[in-house]
């Protein structure tokens, strides 16, 4: 069975950069056909993609936040990562990673609450 | 981008009742459409993609219909576990997905 567990700080001060990784277990983040994806939400609120990678390294940022986001791979560790530059209290939400298969977002992990305060 | 708007924003439902839910794109996503459900505190789930096709091991209890624009996500009986926020995502523009703003189906 897939699972997804995303790991990383979970205060980051104004203007620093956020780092996320996802470990993946139960499968190859090298599967092809398979993308894998960022999901925020802030607190109380919706859901909002960031981004997507393919193993081979091609991603797919979200327009609000593109020059902002970068994200890699690392295929030995079967882990995924995302960083997210210059935060503001705007960016304080739960980050979830997930497998993507063409548009579709599943399984989830559980998510991780990222806060940004001095 | 494709803005997709759910209506309502809560439905008060007593369990055994039936549940219909809507979501409108501003835009045809044609059958491009997944429905999430997020219990408190947890992740969200996979339950309906391709607008009507249930993911594994969801019950037959829900259903999702519509195309294009309109879209309808059913819970013909509801269950005590069911009670839940309820988002739907479309995946037809490609490389820009977009979700509601959910819906929250309460007990009555």
């Known amino acids: ?118 | 981008e494709i803005v997709m708007t759910q209506s309502p924003a809560t439905l008060s439902v007593s369990p055994g009742e039936r549940a219909t839910l809507s979501c409108r794109a501003s835009q045809s996503v044609g059958s491009n459409l997944a429905w999430y459900q997020q219990k408190p505190g947890q992740a969200p789930g996979l339950l309906i993609y391709g607008a009507s096709t249930r993911a594994t091991g969801i019950p037959a209890r829900f259903s999702g219909s519509g195309s294009g624009t309109e879209f309808t996500l059913t819970i013909s009986s509801l269950q005590s576990e069911d009670f839940a926020v309820y988002y739907c995502q479309q995946y037809n523009n490609w490389p820009s997905w977009t979700f509601g703003q959910g819906t929250k189906v309460e007990i009555k």
């Not at chain 1, 092809?32 to 109380?44: A, D, K, L, M, V």
């Not at chain 1, 797919?60 to 530059?85: G, I």
């Open chain 1, 1 to 118: 069975q897939l699972q997804l567990q995303e790991s990383g700080p979970g205060l980051v001060k104004p203007s620093e950069t956020l780092s996320l990784t996802c470990t993946v277990s139960g499968g190859s983040i090298s599967s092809s056909n398979y993308y894998w994806g960022w999901i925020r939400q802030p607190p109380g609120k919706g859901l909002e993609w960031i981004g997507s990678m393919y193993y081979s390294g091609s991603s797919y940022y979200n327009v609000s936040l593109k020059s902002r986001v970068s994200t890699s791979v690392d295929t030995s560790k079967n882990q995924f990562s995302l960083k997210l530059s210059s935060v503001t209290a705007a960016d304080t939400a739960v980050y979830y990673c997930a497998r993507q298969l063409g548009g579709v977002f599943g399984p989830w992990g559980q998510g991780t609450l990222v806060a940004v305060s001095s």
